[in-house]
């Protein structure tokens, strides 16, 4: 018995020194692109941990976390739909379920996983568990913006139809949507981080379409109708994301298509505040935690520099040229840190937000996003 016991006690020691207790707080993944892999980092030890293969094209791969905040879901390019355990860094379950799709998105109790589509278009409802298809809702165009809501609601837009859809899952097998016209080929779409307001970037007319889903009834009415692209048509070297839009206390931060500019809205009345002027054309315009800063990066040609803006004065304090084609900007939970991917480096840079010197730099093959764990508690990410 005594022989059992220790034999029982070794086992168990031995399993514990392979797998070490931890937390998920700290943790991420890295898109490599090119590879059909993510790497999974650690924000705190500045590192990678490991990798996962095997997730198909990630050309334009997007993640959402579970509430555990152990697994992360990877929505490929090619349609896959990927549950991945990041501590045991294995795939747990994939699907495909799309010809060509571009996000998805996880509802607000956690239990259901949404993808948009492109090919054949519409959005489809999995268990988040299982990946078990529950639903679909059939579009007839292309799906864009697709942002979790309170409610188990999901908003999304239409790119052919120019319509912003509320689908309704509290029965994830029996969808309810509802309808509105949004304008001409909405592009990408974000929600306030209260849920409330969504909105999608227009880049057929001027303006942004804005949706109070507190009071659908008043229906989408159109903001910033006037900066649009402009007088003239500009040439648009990359569609800027709206999804990386900033909020900094009352004003939100938005790139402009085909502007060297950022526009600054006023929330209370959605109007225009104001602009700043930036280097080029910005894709991704991403607030600090705090609010106080905001960080820019641009299309091409001038896709290795990145700006930052002091919210307080409105005005670019710092220009960087940390890599080649810098892709995605994500901030460590609290701020101090900014990981800038630089796909044609093969590298992710880290830099201080206070000193905006780099503190380390880490291998990867063409990364492109950069997601941590703590978008699982924040809405519309």
Avoid at 39 to 57: M, P, Q, W
Avoid at 89 to 102: L, P
Avoid at 133 to 145: H, N
Avoid at 333 to 338: D, L, Q, S, T
């Amino acid at each position: 018995m005594r022989l059992i016991r220790l034999v029982l006690v070794c086992t168990l020691l031995a399993a514990c020194a392979q797998t070490p207790l931890r937390g998920t707080g700290d943790l991420g993944v890295v898109i490599e692109r090119a590879d059909g892999r993510v790497a999974v980092v650690d924000t705190t030890a500045k590192s990678v941990l490991g990798r996962i293969e095997g997730l198909g094209d990630l050309s334009h791969a997007s993640v959402v976390y579970g509430r555990d905040g152990r697994h992360a879901y990877v929505f490929g390019r090619d349609g896959g739909l990927t549950k991945v355990d990041i501590l045991t860094q294995k795939i747990a379950k994939r699907v495909m379920q799309a010809g060509n799709s571009i996000g998805g998105s996880i509802s607000q109790d956690g239990c259901l996983v949404v993808a948009q589509n492109y090919t054949p278009g519409g959005i489809k409802v999995f268990d988040a568990v299982t990946l078990e298809l529950l639903s679909e809702v059939p579009t007839q165009s292309k799906v864009v913006g697709l942002a979790d809501l309170p409610g188990q609601k999901f908003a999304y837009a239409l790119f052919d139809k120019g319509e912003i859809w509320v689908t309704d899952l509290s029965d994830p097998r029996q969808p309810r949507t509802e309808k509105y016209p949004a304008g001409l080929q909405p592009y990408d779409g974000l929600v306030t981080p209260d849920g409330r307001y969504y909105m999608a970037g227009l880049f057929g007319e001027d303006g942004i379409a804005l949706l109070d889903t507190w009071q659908p009834e008043l229906s989408v009415r159109k903001i910033l109708q006037h900066y649009g692209k402009g007088e003239e048509k500009l040439p648009v070297f990359k569609m800027p994301h709206l999804r990386g839009w900033a909020v900094a206390g009352n004003q939100a931060y938005l790139p402009a298509i085909g502007r060297h500019e950022v526009l600054v809205v006023d929330k209370g009345n959605w109007q225009e505040a104001g602009r700043i002027a930036v280097k080029s054309q910005p894709v991704f315009v991403m607030a600090r935690p705090d609010g106080r800063q905001v960080w820019v990066n641009f299309a091409h040609p001038n896709n290795s520099w990145v700006q930052v803006i002091d919210t307080l004065t409105g005005k670019v304090i710092k220009t960087l040229q940390p890599g080649k084609a810098i892709l995605h900007m994500e901030f460590s939970p609290r701020g101090e840190h900014v990981w800038l991917s630089a796909r044609d480096d093969h590298s992710v840079h880290i830099y201080d937000t206070q000193t905006f010197e780099r503190v380390a730099t880490l291998p990867a093959q063409s990364p492109s996003g950069i997601f941590f764990t703590s978008r699982a508690a924040r809405m519309g990410f």
